[in-house]
């Protein structure tokens, strides 16, 4: 009779252990989903994939104080961005394809954007001249009632100086290069 209690005892005892690690084992992993729902960077913009016709991104992200943005997809050469030390957080990039992920306590996955080229010519007539607006170099023809006159390739964001005597029709066009 003894020896039915000892078992019966070890049983309950084993039992209970049993009983204490899958709860143990239980909070471990939840604790572990907790902390990544918690502490993993999220990106939130741009979207993975994104098409962007405006070259200034504005990220937005959570759990995170850093970002990676590189046009290789094996970030070789990281540009490293810390927006807590800019006062804005738009960036301004050339169109192409980038890759972003956030660091914070843990890295996140990276996502995928793409900045569409965007032609833009304005026509100052108060200073006369043609400025690029848009985020390419640009191809300017000049014509007149006599056919084109002639042709001047405009970076971005600069003006040239134009005759605004003459009937002249400006036409800009990207740039191959």
């Known amino acids: 009779m003894k020896n039915k209690t000892n078992k019966s005892n070890y049983k309950k005892g084993m039992s209970r252990v049993s009983k204490i690690m899958v ?20 990106l939130d913009y741009p979207r993975n994939n994104q098409s962007l016709d405006n070259g200034v991104v504005d990220f937005k992200f959570r759990n995170a104080n850093l970002i990676l943005v590189d046009d290789n997809p094996d970030f070789r050469n990281p540009m490293e961005i810390d927006l807590s030390k800019l006062n804005t ?9 980038y890759y972003w992920k956030a660091v914070g306590f843990i890295e996140s996955n990276s996502q995928e954007f793409t900045i569409n080229p965007n032609v833009g010519l304005e026509l100052n007539e108060e200073n006369s001249s043609l400025k690029n607006a848009g985020n390419v170099p640009l191809n300017v023809s000049e014509k007149t009632d006599s ?3 002639g042709l001047v390739i405009l970076d971005v964001q600069v003006d040239y100086p134009v005759d605004m005597k003459n009937k002249t029709i400006y036409q800009g066009e990207q740039n191959g290069q």
């Open 89 to 97: 957080t738009g960036i301004n990039f050339k169109p192409g394809t």
């Open 147 to 149: 056919g084109t006159t």
């Open 23 to 42: 709860i143990v084992q239980f909070v471990i992993l939840a604790g572990a989903v907790l902390f990544i729902y918690f502490f993993s960077p999220h």
